[in-house]
């Protein structure tokens, strides 16, 4: 019984690679079936096998006599007969390709979608991922959609976005994926759109994070982030941001030759936080006469960048305050006096509660349920 099922699966896998029928096209015969012995395994009945082939063959020489737009509706009638053949996965593929180098990005895409949700099984689904990665990279370098492949247009970079997300949807797992995240963050930049940007290198550290682009993409983050910052007297969400990123690109790519320039960005963004910390320690010390807040915030600064000139000064606050000198009064505390200093909770008096009142106390109530008709 094994020996008959052992000799049934060769003979399977024999007939099955004799049938099997592959679409070539070569200069000196054009396009024709090889590899089959039914055509109608090919999705044609075999009448309408020489017509098929014969319709490609005539959009082909359509288009190498740049008559684009006439072998675009040849195409197009072979996969509108034989939409069940291996032709029509190829005249979509063929038409994707004219309307990219004609420049119509979107209709080129929506030909290479149409293949990968169609004809998933299609032998140039890897090439597929490729065309529409290279519809993306056009947009991305600037290049202008055309209205019916003739008239240039304005750079439609949110097209561009769009194509390339399509890629990490349909295909995440290929080696596309990752530099269309890149793309998409150089597009957002572009748009001056740095959240966006964010997102997508983001999503490529941590869902590639292997992947050559990620190193990149670490540097880029950072340097997205020091770009938010407005300077040391606003909030400090992105500078701390951009520290982490810095201090994570240095410490996974040391011997990169961005190492220079991650130093660079990093010893900038302490900077400025400790200057910030520096500002808030002034704050509390000059206005809401709290050494004690004060003191925190010089000691954060001089951590956080000890080198600094912020550093410097954090130090000769901390001595004033240790040295009980009090900070100048200002025009508002001749107005209305000092500000109060601020009492720790150690500090604070304790008052005993009346537990004994609360003891002895008996809260009246009238049962209304009892009745006194009996």
Do not use: C
């Amino acid at each position: 019984m094994v020996r008959a099922l052992f000799f049934i699966g060769i003979i399977t896998l024999t007939l099955t690679n004799w049938l099997q029928a592959d679409l070539v096209w070569t200069e000196d015969t054009g396009w024709r079936v090889e590899g089959g012995a039914l055509m109608p395994l090919i999705g044609i009945e075999e009448g309408e096998a020489a017509n098929a082939i014969e319709l490609m063959n005539d959009a082909k020489q359509a288009y190498d006599n740049d008559k684009e737009w006439s072998a675009l509706s040849t195409y197009k009638s072979v996969y509108k007969k034989y939409p069940k053949s291996i032709l029509a996965p190829e005249a979509h593929f063929q038409r994707g390709i004219i309307y990219t180098e004609t420049h119509q990005f979107e209709k080129a895409n929506k030909e290479f979608d149409k293949i990968i949700r169609r004809y998933p099984d299609y032998e140039k689904f890897n090439q597929v991922i490729g065309r529409i990665y290279t519809i993306g990279e056009k947009i991305v370098q600037g290049e202008r959609p055309h209205y019916w492949g003739l008239i240039p247009g304005f750079r439609n970079y949110e097209l561009g976005s769009k194509i390339l997300e399509g890629i990490i949807e349909k295909a995440p797992y290929s080696e596309y994926a990752p530099i269309a995240l890149m793309n998409i963050a150089i597009i957002a930049q572009k748009r001056n759109r740095p959240e966006e940007a964010i997102d997508a290198l983001d999503r490529l550290i941590n869902n590639y994070p292997q992947n050559t682009f990620a190193q990149d993409a670490y540097l880029n983050l950072a340097t997205t982030y020091a770009d938010l910052v407005q300077g040391a007297d606003y909030d400090q969400g992105a500078t701390r941001e951009a520290i982490s990123y810095f201090e994570d690109f240095i410490t996974l790519y040391p011997n990169s030759p961005a190492s220079v320039e991650a130093e660079a960005g990093l010893q900038r963004m302490q900077n400025t936080l400790a200057k910030s910390k520096l500002i808030l320690g002034d704050f509390y010390y000059k206005y809401r006469n709290n050494n004690r807040a004060a003191l925190v915030l010089y000691n954060e600064a001089i951590t956080t960048d000890p080198r600094s000139a912020s550093a410097e000064k954090a130090q000769e606050m901390i001595d004033k305050i240790n040295n009980g000198v009090p900070a100048p009064s200002t025009p508002v505390d001749w107005m209305f006096g000092r500000y109060q200093s601020p009492v720790s909770r150690d500090e604070l008096p304790v008052e005993k509660a009346p537990s004994e009142a609360f003891e002895t106390f008996q809260p009246e109530f009238i049962d209304e349920t009892t009745s006194t008709d009996q």
